[in-house]
Structure formats: C-alpha cells, structure tokens
C-alpha cells in the first residue's frame, strides 16, 4: 500500500464511529442514548457489575457494532475492532495474541493462553475462524488474567461470547449477501416472548470459492462452507428467579488450509457444539443470589490434509503424504455454583465451586506418496482425560457512598491430567499427573465524580500442561518427533495496571497503563544436531509486555452541540501501543537476531465513523472503519530461500504495518427492509498478518522445492458485497 493511499486510509476512517443498532431503532432515535459511565458487563467478574467499579481492563462490542460489520467470522471482528493479534492461516484456522498470551496456531483449547467463552462458560476451542457472528448478543473481553473466576488458559485475556436470546433479539430477521468470489450467505432468525416465556431460534449458512489476493492472484485452496443453528428458551419463573437454555452448533466445512507451504491438497471440517443450561435467583431483598449453570461441548476438527513434499531431518526435500487424516474431538462436561451473599452495608461476597472433565480423543491415517511407503504414527496430540474442580471466593466493598470500591479473591484449583492409550503411540505408559494452582486478584476503583473513575489492579493467570506435553513421544505432520516432559511446570503469567474512564455523557474515554509478565512458558527444545527430534521444556525467560490501551466513543452530533434534527453521527477509536515488549528467553536460542515477542503487533489501531439521516423518507448511512496494524515480529514456519531471502532458518523477521479500510453503506426502502452494500479491504492491500512469502511478490521468497502447488500466500482483497435484510 503507498504512503498516499495509508494517509487517505486515515483520514476516511478519521471521523471514527461506533455503529448504530437497528433501523428500526435508528428512525425512532432510539440509539441517541447518552453515552454511560456504567454499561454493565458480566465478563470480568462473573456478574453484571458497572464498568466503573471494575479493576480492570473491558473492552465491548455491542449488538449494534456486530449487526453493522462486514465480518465474516469473530476472527474477522475482533480484528476490525483492535482487540489483539490475529492471523487466519486459513480461512478455519486463527492465531491470537492479547497482552503477550496466544493461541495455538491450529486452535487447540488446551494450549490456548486466551480463554475463550460463550455464554460465560468455555467455548471448548480457541480457534475463532470457525465461529460466525449470526446470532451473537454482543462480545465482552477481558484484556488480561481474570483467573479467580475462569481458572486455566486465562494468561493474555477472556474472550466471551453471550448468544442472542428472545428478550434481545425480538422479531424475526431474514437476511441475504452475496459478493465477489461466488460468495452466497444468509440467515434467518426469530424470537419473542410468550407469557413467561421467551425464545430464539437462528439459522445460518454460507459459502465461497476461492479468494484473490491484492495481487490479483487466486489464492487456490481457501474456499470455505459455513453452517449454524442456535436455539434458546428462557422461563422467568417469578420476578426473582429464571432459567435458561441454548443449544448451538457452529461450524465451516471443506475449507482449504494452505498453511504456510501454499498448500493445494489439505482441506479441513471444524466444527463446534454445546448445549447449557443456568437457573438465576436471588431472595427478596436481594441480599442473597445463587447462579448455577451446567454445560456440554462437543469440539471436532477433521484435518484431511496430504503434503507430496515434506522437509526432511537433513533440511532437504523428502517424499511425502498422499493423505495425512488426523481427527480431533474433544468433548467437556462442567458445572458451576456461585452463591451470593451482601453480608453487610456495600458487601458483595462471591463464592465459587467449578467442575469440568474434558476427554480428547484424537485418530489419524497417512499414506505416502508412490515409492514412499509409510508406517502408521501416532496422532499430533496425545489422548488426554482432564479433570479439574475449583473452590474460589471475591469479596468487594463499596465504601463512601460507593466512591470507592475495594475487591479481593483468590482460587485454588486441583486437576489431574490422564494419559489415556492413543493409536500407534508405541511404548506408551499411561498414568495421571496431578497439577494445582493458585491464584489471585486485588483491585480498587474510585468514582472522584459522575464523569471521571480510577482504577488500578493486580492479576495472575495460569495454563495447566497437556498430555501431550506431560506424556510419551508423538510425531508431527512433518515427520518431526517431540517427547514429553513429566517435569513440566504450568505456564503462569502476573499483571499489574492501571486507568481511567471519563465520561460527560456524550464521550467515553478509557485508558490502561499495563504489565504482563508470563513465565514458565511451554516450549519445544531440539535435541542437538537433530532439528527433527525436540523435548518440550519450560522456557527459564520471561515474556515482559508493558504498555497502553485507549478506547474511545462520542456523539458527534451532541459533541459539537448540533441540532440533533435527522442527523446521526457517532465514532469511536480502539487503540493499544506495547511500547515494551521483551522476550528474556531469546537469549537461550544461540541464533536468535531480537528479544522481540514475536506474534505481538507493536501498535494497533482501529477507527470507525457511522453517519447518516433519519426520520426522513429513506433512512439511510454510511459506515467507514480503518484499521493500523504495527509492525509484528515472527519466526516464520514458511519455506523461504536461504541465505537468498533469509540468512538461516530461525531467523526472526520483522513485518511493516499496513492498514486496512472496510466501508459500507445502507438505505432502508421501506420500513424494515434495508439494502445495504459493503468493501472489505477497500484500497486492495496485498498482505498477510504473518506470512513473509506473499502472493505475486517477485522474485519470490519461497524455497519452492517444498512447496506443495504454490509459492507465497495472501489474506483477501478487495470483498465487494451487496445485500438485502428485512426485519418484522
């Protein structure tokens, strides 16, 4: 992208809005509420609380920001909103990075270092990709450890993802896109209330061919089918007490997974399920509540990939796969019991109990090449059963007409890990490996006026090891052998911050000063000359991440005291600058070229602008959103030339910023019909997050002797859509 066209990119985007929510709303000036000191948010403490009394850092994408997104994906919306690193491997698959923790690249919730949630409970993966946004409420995130209520895999962040229900989303939606690249989607969904009862019923789908890259290159193998069914029912069963129930799967299909050899034989199915079920009550006087929820998820990914040529233990081409079919399932069982009690004036004590068993059951299947006949090897994850129970407990105090509010708690959580018998693991000794943990957060919030809250807080977080990386040797999809390690610590992880929230009714504006420090983490080792042969070990250096993160909303209209009149205008900004970020381990690697932490982009900004008229004849808006993505630090798994395009293989690149703008617009022709259209990637960048060999770059960085059908992979370019909705 040229230096004109990221200054144009800035400047649309410069105006920067947070959207509206419905037409319906809209034309009945029912968004033009003032903007709240204390939106209520249930993720960071595991109950509605406003967000001026929280210790830390939340950031919300709302019902209207998500039904105004040209994202096809949560991957794809949290990267529009600035929420972290992301990087789609492919069109299934996301890498994440918040505050210094990330996700495994292929999505695996037990290695995730962010937890993701629905509905308060875990999602049962970290790979967002396979997630659509068809029938979700709204998405709270907590930046940092939040531990004390969440327990493992909570180092970086919470992810939360709350469903839609029939008391949100009343009516029906019927809705239908299509675009570039054969892209066909809609969706159907309905809901309301029935006596004391309500409902939701939501039906997704959809499909596309292969992507062109900015280049104007066909990204071959990137064609994805999506599909999802969401159903709810609530019962309020008196003013004081109700129950609820939903039942969701979720998944994408036949999606091309290039990786980060091009690849144009691997195709994958990913796919996600759960059903849970919580009863809410509290006594008369409020003095007293119990919240209980009991959940089930079923997660699957079903890798049919083939690699012809694979590098060898030697650093040369070998033959390969023919078919390489690994099959993933992990299924999770859990409760949670959370009674409530106000033991005096401004007291609110939580008291926990959490259980959860997780079995992982993982298969696989290879065939070599003609001439290349292979042996059966053991899947890439062991097969694990999990068990964990916690006892936790969170005391707040408001004090000084609830000014000040003061916050402690502490979990200890008791687990086992069993390693369970895996297909052609050979010389495999099963047992169980017990692993606790501690954990903590203290906090204090001080409300000085209406318009202005401080706050500052402590947290630690922490990652319980898998059976893979506790147990027997298994082997990768490129031939490679890491053993386990029994000795192997949990990853743990210790944040400090502090912020800001002001507010004067027509402005928001949050600031958090931040450190997270992560320890312990779990990493592989060669052993010796061997690159093909590794020990998982924990790393003796620290990840240190310090820096600030800015959120940022307004009226507009209000903010220059405008007449309101048909107008609409509101705009926001998400920003995050890690000014310092520091992997102390490095050193331990003798070839390492930086102490950068690598997949953590150094600034990160998003701003969006929603603009239009209501009231009048044909309600119409424009929405424009730009997003700066600093630069990134990686050791690339990529193939490329050595020395000719990089001086030796664990070279550590560094990758420039870009910036992308997304633009849509919309006009309603008749009361709650709307046709809209949209652009993604509006200025046809050619880039990818992490990749180094891009598409049409030449020469071209690849080694492409082990390469599999191409050389060099992109993200998208320009996405044209067009679509029509109608609500009633």
């Known amino acids: 992208m040229s230096r004109r066209h990221r200054l144009l990119a800035l400047a649309l985007a410069g105006g920067c809005a947070l959207p509206a929510v419905a037409s319906g709303q809209e034309a009945s000036g029912q968004n033009r509420a003032a903007v709240s000191l204390d939106e209520l948010v249930v993720t960071a403490t595991g109950r509605p609380e406003p967000r001026s009394e929280i210790a830390g850092t939340v950031q919300v994408i709302d019902h209207s920001m998500i039904e105004n997104s040209t994202a096809k994906s949560v991957t794809d919306l949290l990267a529009e909103n600035a929420v972290g690193f992301f990087s789609e491997w492919t069109p299934g698959q996301t890498s994440i990075n918040i505050r210094g923790g990330a996700t495994d690249g292929q999505g695996k919730d037990f290695k995730s270092q962010v937890l993701v949630l629905m509905n308060g409970r875990r999602a049962g993966t970290a790979n967002l990709s396979k997630l659509s946004i068809a029938d979700i409420e709204r998405i709270e995130i907590v930046r940092g450890p939040s531990s004390v209520i969440y327990g493992s895999q909570n180092i970086g962040g919470v992810i939360n993802i709350i469903l839609k229900t029939g008391r949100t989303a009343p009516g029906t939606l019927v809705e239908g896109i299509g675009g570039v690249w054969g892209l066909a989607q809609g969706r159907a969904q309905t809901g309301g209330v029935v006596g004391p009862f309500d409902y939701y019923l939501g039906l997704s789908g959809a499909k596309r061919d292969d992507y062109y890259a900015g280049s104007g290159d066909r990204m071959a193998n990137t064609q994805w089918n999506r599909m999802g069914i969401t159903a709810g029912l609530g019962l309020q069963i008196d003013p004081n007490q109700r129950l609820d129930v939903s039942f969701r799967t979720d998944g994408i299909y036949g999606v ?107 298969d696989r299947f290879r065939e070599g090449v003609p001439g290349n006949p292979l042996a059966q090897v053991s899947p890439q994850d062991n097969n694990q059963t999990d068990q964990f129970h916690a006892l936790y407990l969170e005391d707040t105090q408001r004090l000084f007409d609830d000014r000040v509010t003061l916050r402690a708690g502490v979990r200890q959580t008791y687990g086992t890990t069993s390693f369970d018998p895996t297909p052609f693991l050979t010389a495999q000794v099963n047992g169980a490996r017990p692993y606790e943990a501690t954990t903590y957060s203290v906090g204090a919030t001080y409300r000085a006026t209406d318009w202005a809250a401080f706050r500052i807080g402590a947290s630690t977080g922490f990652r319980a090891p898998t059976a893979s990386e506790l147990a027997a040797d298994f082997n990768t999809l490129g031939g490679g052998r890491i053993f386990g390690n029994p000795n192997i610590r949990p990853e743990t992880s210790e944040q400090i911050e502090i912020g800001t929230t002001l507010t004067n009714g027509v402005a928001r504006l949050d600031v958090a000063l931040f450190q997270n420090i992560i320890s312990d983490r779990i990493i592989t080792r060669s052993r010796g000359p061997n690159a093909n042969t590794s020990d998982y070990v924990n790393n003796p250096g620290d990840v240190v991440i310090r820096g600030i993160e800015v959120q940022y909303e307004t009226d507009m209209v209000r903010m220059f005291s405008w007449e309101p009149g048909v107008w609409r205008w509101r705009s926001y900004i998400n920003g995050n600058y890690n000014f310092d970020m520091k992997d102390e381990g490095a050193v331990s690697v003798a070839t390492a070229n930086t102490r950068r932490v690598e997949r953590v982009y150094e600034y990160q900004l998003a701003l969006g602008t929603r603009f239009g008229q209501a009231d009048i004849p044909y309600p119409w808006t424009i929405q424009v959103q730009g997003v700066l993505n600093g630069p990134v630090w990686y050791n690339t798994e990529e193939n490329l030339r050595v020395p000719a395009a990089e001086p030796y293989r664990e070279y550590i690149w560094r990758k420039d910023p870009f910036v992308l703008v997304n633009l849509r617009g919309e006009v309603d022709l008749m009361p709650g019909v709307k046709l809209f259209a949209q652009v993604r990637n509006l200025f046809d960048v050619n880039y990818h997050p992490l990749f180094i060999a891009i598409a049409g770059q030449q020469p071209t960085l690849a080694d492409l002797r082990f390469y599999n059908g191409s050389a060099g992979t992109s993200a998208p370019g320009r996405d044209v859509q067009i679509g029509l909705q109608a609500r009633f």
């Open 256 to 362: 091309g997974f290039r990786g980060s050899g091009g690849n144009l034989y691997s195709r994958d199915d990913r796919t996600n399920g759960s059903f849970d079920a919580s009863y809410a009550g509290r006594t008369e006087d409020g003095r007293m509540s119990l919240f209980a929820q009991f959940y089930s998820v079923t997660d699957e990914d079903r890798f049919k990939w083939a690699s012809p040529v694979q590098r060898g233990g030697t650093g040369l081409p070998v033959p390969g796969t023919r078919a390489d079919f690994n099959t993933r399932n992990l299924d999770i069982l859990g409760t949670r019991f959370q009674p409530r009690v106000n033991l005096f004036a401004g007291n609110d004590l939580l008291l926990g109990w959490d259980w959860e068993t997780s079995r992982l059951r993982s």
